[in-house]
């Protein structure tokens, strides 16, 4: 209460009326009401009730039962599909993210080595990064196709063809199918941030490093990775989160097919919720707040490590 | 002062004008839209049927106007799934029996007094009807065949019996010879569809089961474990084992399996329900069916022992249904009525070349696929029909495992019998 | 054509200890320039932006012309301000940076399109009219900055530290050029520095600030020759002036300054006022010039024995690094050019008593 | 400085660039081919040349596919929500950025929150919240949502950027005779222009290849977005490979064009919000 007389008398009085970065509270309203609004309706609010469904049962014709945490024990004890899905979610996360990160270091190295027409070789590699997921995802069935296939033309001619097959129907290929095709499109989008830090990094230190005799690999391993650690910590963490929560082009590419073997907790939320006929929103949701905590935490334990060997470090 | 306030009201007015547009863009006074939504846009001689069952109740109701919209059948039923609950959607719209939960849910009407009946058979009549009440005009109707390149199976030096049926152990050793000629025996894919992949299991556990044992089973009042199920799912395996469907099988989509089928790489059989020809009846540069392709229908193998070897799956496929929302129930009953008369009947049988619910009187076929029609019906007779197919019959997570096992997993060689029973019985047996 | 007064002005932020600002009053006549002098934080620039109507008034007045402004908002206070970084509008040619003002104001077209070209013409930027912001130089944007405080023709010139963002070659010329215009146009202005050489060469009067408080206010020579105390005394001149603890003491009836054990004969007009506080701790004050090698002729000279220290030859003179035999203080002496005297060295210095500065230890008040 | 290599070691290096090259546009590339040709053509030899080329293949899916819809539909929702989400998006950075007042840091927290909010938490309940206040199934839903979930990402760039424009220029301003709001608009927006360029061109390209929410929200085939209409082609039936390519080039080259022109901005803007 004493905050909003205050700020009555800011918009009152005069002591206000001067301040350059002073506002009275109507004006604050006009410049931030839009933004909240919209941020409130259609992101808050549907996040509360996410939560909400969560705990009920939302049966044909709105009837909405509430049953307490039954969907969470559902999920965690009685649902094999779902622990599939956090299999698969898993494993993607960690090897696309691994290969995302480093592989685009890999790649901003090749441009920071001055190869030949690096211009124009950044822009090149990094267009997959602007196509859409169905772009991506229609490509890439096209390339795993069995028969007219990239794939499998390419094992052909290279005299492999004993290795043709069809890779995104067998359960052992689908998921690193689907994973090669996710990696070829943000490979360009690491890299661009790591050739970034890495014309940012001092020339001296390097240069410095060249005086102490250090080779490429030294000097790599030794000065440019321990000073890029900040931007490959923030790269690992924005590649996991957005690893964590792969839908598009799963969807589009498999299905979550064959056999569950590339289902990810993300379809089989949207499974759950369209595809399968029960019209209950309430359990795909409770996966969905479930997944969601289960990211929270893990930014939270990477964050926590990864900053806590930076205070040892300096 | 006022050029200060005019950027936040613009951003207001043209959010409120944005969220207003398509609330006002509606509004009609006396003419009445009759909104239905229907799948098979892809079949040219089902819309041209429809369309004029549309045109018709224009004409008989002035002022009265039928839009269909066409879709694909995924995108439309995630349409419904979303329109329905809110109480919106479309006045009538496409409905296959199997999707119960849209009557559980009340989503669509009793029809009993709304449609001339007459004009239905009882049989097909019957899939729809729950509770007493019947919530559906079947409109198509189909059984399963097996598909077959004729000359190609000459050229293996195979003659087919009189009957249209091997016996399993000659149906395997087709297989076996058609592979050994390099030429892909089966042509089917379940890249876009949960059920495919099942017809030869399917019929087979029909015909091995009879048909009280075959329902038992896909209710879950019949173990997986049982010895005749567990040889049917044996003889399969070895089907499988021999090398009966493409490489791409699971990857493969239903209309690219038709391709596969009649024009590249091409493929010795086919099984499908007889709306096969909806498609493949297609004029050539379209995707269709060659005009000179040698299209013969055979029965499903007949099972040693089998409790029902004339046995035969029938099912209702394309219907109508009401959605309970609707403002115009007489009017979307005058369309499906529209669409069930005798002549209409005639029409669907001597352009869709495919069997119907509808009560139609066809003595003489004509027109360029009137032989194809004369032997699927050849292959109808003694036929004991079994109404219903296994992604009807199954809910839920059954229905789930079905998709995944028996149409996916196990024919596409990923699954041993004994997982394909196991995994089958987690998920159906409830005994 | 205005009178500022400010009266008893007081700044305090919300949870800052100490006032930023306390009570601070001052009037600049219409027509003179005053400089607000003090080292970085002193709170010259919130009084001035008090003034500017930019930052909200604790406690205090701020009037124009006799009518107090506190509540009057800046824009309509009539007054123009030159900002350190000159904020000009970087989207904006030269030209519409000058005109802004005064379309904002509803000046006729034709009379804005006038005064730009006047402005523009008596700045030398006529040329430069189309261009953005960025293609100009340091200097140049400067005088953008002051064209389109000029334009106005306001009542006031508010200056903040305008020039502290050139170098050192262009802030002389600019400065010469700042005061022209400014003695042209006879506007009242106050001008924001923390350079003693600006506020020396600039100023009609100088109001030194320093923790918040006003120190000094007076003619810039008058500051320089009566510092107020021992802040003024050492913020203004360079090198600052030498401070030398001493003690008065009566000898012959006459009060004398002994410095490291050397005794001052101070100037009649202070031993007069200083008659009865002999046998007292003070601190001497004494600028760097008025120490000698050679004394001039005709005057009173007293010599300390020195050491040097540092001898640094500057050109046109050298200063000496010394520190006193008696009492081990250092100072800076300023002395001509062709000194002989070199580091390591012990010599005698020459002052003059006349000039000899005297502060309270406590107070650090110039005492007479 | 560089590091240099010896030239002994520069040709793997030049050949590592060619082969990613070749990995990274050759698929494109592939697409591009195949969009000039027929189906029947590409099933013969699905890595011929586009010869001859069929250049009315795009007219055709431009009429006859319906990618016109799908085009208009995406340009429509597109633009109107990067409008909005910029105007707004850029008040809120602004009054964040420029004013002091209480609660400012809660406020910020509120909305920068929405940086981790996955679209999985959200998609469930707006499709609920759509269809109670009648906005599912149209494109003002959806623009709406799209608005509302990139709010966060907006006003972090924003924010960031306004926050460097020196305050002496909105003192300037404001002694010129400014109100608060033109301020914004006629000091903030323009100054800020090259960060609003970027959140624009990154909103862009997010917005215009979005999938999981146009795919919930939106379901008559004449409201469908590119992305949906593409897939719409892959699902149906009879799979016109042909058709699919040119559609998907539809979908590529406007994204591609403002890429040749503006490569440098759009890779600023994909990568604003990881370089910190």
């Known amino acids: 209460m004493s905050g909003l007389s205050r700020r009555l008398r800011g918009i009152l009085g005069n002591a206000a009326a001067t301040d350059a ?88 190295l090749c441009l920071f080595a001055r190869a030949p027409s690096a211009g124009l070789l950044r822009v090149i590699w990094f267009t997959p990064v602007l196509m859409s997921y169905v772009v991506v995802g229609v490509i890439w069935v096209w390339i795993y196709d069995y028969d007219w296939g990239l794939a499998n033309a390419i094992l052909h ?72 650690r900040a931007t490959i ?17 799963v969807w589009i590419m498999t299905g979550g097919g064959p056999l569950w073997s590339t289902e990810t907790v993300s379809t089989y939320v949207y499974k759950r919720a369209f595809d399968w006929n029960t019209f209950d929103l309430g359990y795909p949701s409770a996966i969905a707040v479930l997944w969601f905590v289960i990211i929270l935490a893990f930014i939270a334990i990477m964050t926590r490590l990864l900053r806590q060997r930076d205070r040892l470090e300096f | 002062m006022l050029r200060g306030i005019s950027l936040p009201l613009c951003a207001a007015a043209l959010g409120l004008a944005v969220v207003a547009a398509p609330l006002g863009g509606r509004a009609q006074a006396d003419d009445v839209t009759l909104e239905v939504w229907s799948h098979e846009a892809d079949q040219p001689a089902k819309v041209a049927f429809r369309e004029l069952a549309a045109r018709n109740v224009e004409k008989a109701h002035p002022g009265v106007k039928v839009k269909i919209t066409w879709y694909e059948k995924n995108p439309m039923l995630a349409a419904l799934k979303s329109a329905l609950p809110a109480g919106k959607g479309p006045d009538a719209f496409y409905l296959e029996p199997g999707f119960v939960e849209y009557i559980t849910a009340g989503y669509v009407i009793p029809l009993d007094d709304l449609i001339d009946w007459n004009n239905i058979e009882p049989w097909a009549r019957k899939v729809w009807i729950h509770g007493g009440k019947t919530y559906g005009v079947p409109q198509e109707a189909y059984t399963n065949e097996i598909y077959y390149d004729k000359d190609a199976l000459k050229k293996l030096g195979i003659e087919l019996p009189a009957s249209g049926q091997f016996t399993q152990a000659q149906f395997l050793d087709v297989v076996k010879k058609t592979k050994a000629a390099g030429m892909t025996p089966i042509a089917q894919g379940v890249g876009d569809r949960p059920f495919p992949g099942a017809y030869v299991v399917g019929e087979a556990l029909l015909r ?66 007889s709306w096969y020809t909806g498609r493949a009846f297609v004029p050539e540069d379209k995707g269709g069916q060659p005009a000179n392709f040698p299209l013969g229908v055979m029965q499903f193998p007949a099972m040693d022992g089998g409790a029902c070897n004339e046995c035969k799956t029938s099912a209702v496929g394309a219907s109508f249904v009401i959605n309970a929302a609707t403002k115009h129930k007489d009017l979307a009953a005058a369309f499906l009525n529209a669409m069930s008369t005798p002549e209409m009947g005639k029409m669907w049988i001597e352009t869709i070349y495919l069997q119907t619910g509808i009560k139609a009187d066809v003595k003489n076929f004509s027109g360029p696929h009137a032989a194809y029609f004369t032997e699927l019906m050849e292959r109808q007779k003694g036929a004991k029909y079994f109404i219903g197919a296994p992604q009807d019959l199954t809910t839920g997570e059954c229905k789930d495992a079905f998709a995944q096992v028996l149409n996916s997993g196990f024919p596409g060689g990923l699954l041993s019998v004994d997982q394909a029973v196991q995994m089958m019985n987690k998920s159906c047996y409830k005994g | 054509m205005a009178v500022i007064t400010v009266e008893r002005l007081s700044k305090r932020y919300e949870g800052g200890s100490a006032p930023a600002v306390k009570e601070v009053s001052f009037t600049v006549a219409d027509r003179e320039f005053m400089v607000l002098l003090g080292p970085s934080g002193c709170g010259k620039s919130t009084v001035l932006r008090m003034i500017a109507g930019l930052e909200p008034i604790t406690a205090g007045t701020v009037s124009i012309d006799g009518r107090v402004v506190n509540d009057v908002p800046a824009k309509a206070r009539d007054i123009a301000m030159v900002f350190q970084s000159y904020a000009l509008y970087p989207h904006m040619s030269v030209h519409d940076n000058l005109a802004f003002g005064l379309r904002r104001r509803g000046v006729d077209k034709a009379e804005i399109d006038r005064r730009v070209r006047a402005a523009a013409a008596k700045l030398g930027l006529s040329e430069f009219l189309q261009r953005k912001p960025h293609a100009l130089s340091g200097g140049q944007r400067q005088r953008v900055a002051l064209g389109r405080a000029i334009v106005r023709d306001p009542k006031v010139f508010l200056f903040d530290e305008p020039l502290s963002n050139l170098d050192a070659a262009l802030r002389v010329s600019t400065r010469n050029e700042l005061i022209k215009q400014q003695r042209e146009i006879g506007t009242t202005s106050i001008y924001v520095t923390h350079d003693q050489v600006e506020a020396m060469t600039m100023g009609d009067r100088i109001c030194i600030m320093n923790l918040g408080e006003v120190v000094q206010i007076g003619r810039p020579l008058e500051v320089y020759r009566n510092p107020a105390n021992t802040f003024v005394a050492r913020f203004l001149g360079n090198p600052p002036m030498n401070l030398l603890k001493a003690r008065l003491e009566a000898r012959d009836g006459r009060t004398v300054a002994t410095v490291a054990g050397v005794a001052v004969e101070l100037p009649a007009r202070m031993t007069a006022a200083l008659a009865s506080q002999s046998d007292r701790a003070v601190i001497a004050g004494l600028r760097p010039e008025d120490i000698y090698e050679v004394p001039p002729s005709g005057t009173s000279a007293t010599r300390l024995p020195v050491r040097v220290v540092a001898v640094e030859p500057l050109g046109a003179e050298t200063l000496l690094a010394l520190t006193l035999e008696g009492s081990g203080e250092e100072l800076v002496a300023r002395i001509g050019r062709d000194t002989a005297l070199r580091s390591g060295d012990r010599a005698e210095v020459a002052l003059d008593g006349a000039q000899v500065h005297l502060f309270d230890p406590a107070t650090t008040r110039a005492i007479v | 400085m560089q590091p240099r290599l010896a030239p002994l070691r520069r040709v793997p290096l030049a050949a590592f660039a060619l082969f990613y090259t ?92 929405g940086l981790v909010l996955p679209p999985q938490l959200l998609i469930l309940a707006l499709f609920q919240i759509l269809l109670d206040i009648h906005l599912y199934n149209t494109l003002t839903g959806l623009i709406v949502v799209y608005v509302a979930t990139h709010i966060a990402m907006t006003v972090y760039i924003l924010e960031g950027f306004f926050a460097q424009i020196p305050q002496d220029l909105f003192d300037a301003a404001k002694m010129d005779g400014y109100s608060d709001l033109e301020i914004f608009w006629r000091i903030t927006m323009p100054v800020g222009a090259p960060a609003i360029f970027t959140t624009v061109t990154l909103n862009f390209i997010i917005l215009w290849n979005e999938f999981l929410f146009a795919v919930v929200l939106l379901t008559d085939d004449d409201k469908r977005t590119l992305p949906l209409g593409i897939m719409h082609f892959m699902g149906s039936h009879q799979l016109d490979v042909g058709m699919v390519a040119t559609g998907l080039m539809i979908a590529i080259v406007p994204v591609l064009l403002i890429y040749g022109f503006f490569s440098e901005t759009m890779i600023k803007g994909m990568t604003a919000g990881a370089v910190r």
């Open chain 1, 21 to 108: 970065r002073a506002a009275s509270l109507g004006l604050l309203l006009m410049f931030l009401a839009p933004a909240l609004l919209f941020y409130a309706g259609f992101a808050v609010y549907p996040v509360l009730r996410t939560f909400y469904n969560s705990f009920h049962a939302i049966r044909p014709q709105g009837v909405v039962e509430f049953v307490g945490i039954g969907n969470f024990r559902s999920i965690l004890f009685a649902d094999p599909t779902f622990w599939k899905a956090v299999g698969n979610t898993a494993l993607f996360t960690v090897i696309a993210t691994l290969v995302d990160v480093f592989g685009g270091l890999l790649l901003a």
């Open chain 1, 157 to 228: 001619w290279i005299g492999l063809g004993a290795y043709e097959q069809s890779w995104l129907g067998h359960p052992s290929t689908a998921l690193w199918s689907v994973m090669g095709a996710h990696i070829w499109k943000w490979l360009g989008f690491n890299m661009i941030v790591f050739l970034a830090a890495l014309y940012a990094l001092p020339g001296e230190v390097l240069g410095a490093a060249e005086l102490d005799n250090c080779g490429w690999v030294a000097k790599l391993f030794y000065i440019i990775i321990p000073m890029l």
């Open chain 1, 233 to 249: 910590v923030n790269l690992l963490v924005l590649s996991f989160i957005g690893k964590m929560m792969v839908f598009d082009l």
């Open chain 2, 208 to 273: 091995k089961l009879g048909p009280d044992d075959y329902l038992r089973l896909f209710t879950g009042k019949l173990s997986f474990a049982d010895p005749r199920v567990a040889e049917v799912l044996k003889w399969t395996k070895e089907v499988v084992d021999a090398g009966a469907y493409p490489k791409n099988f699971m990857t493969l989509k239903l209309g690219e399996s038709h391709y596969y089928f009649y024009l590249k790489p091409g493929a010795l059989m086919l099984p499908m329900g």
């Open chain 4, 22 to 113: 070749i990995v990274s546009g050759g698929p494109f590339l592939w697409v591009a081919v195949m969009s000039l040709r027929t189906t029947a053509e590409i099933f013969k030899n699905p890595y011929g040349p586009p010869s001859p080329a069929h250049w009315e293949k795009f007219t055709d899916a431009w009429d006859k596919s319906n990618y016109h819809t799908y085009f208009w539909n995406s340009v429509v929702v597109v633009t109107i929500a990067v409008v909005l989400v910029t105007v707004i998006g850029a008040m809120a950075a602004h009054c964040l950025a420029r004013y002091r007042f209480r609660g400012s840091r809660l406020v910020r927290f509120l909305i920068l929150s």
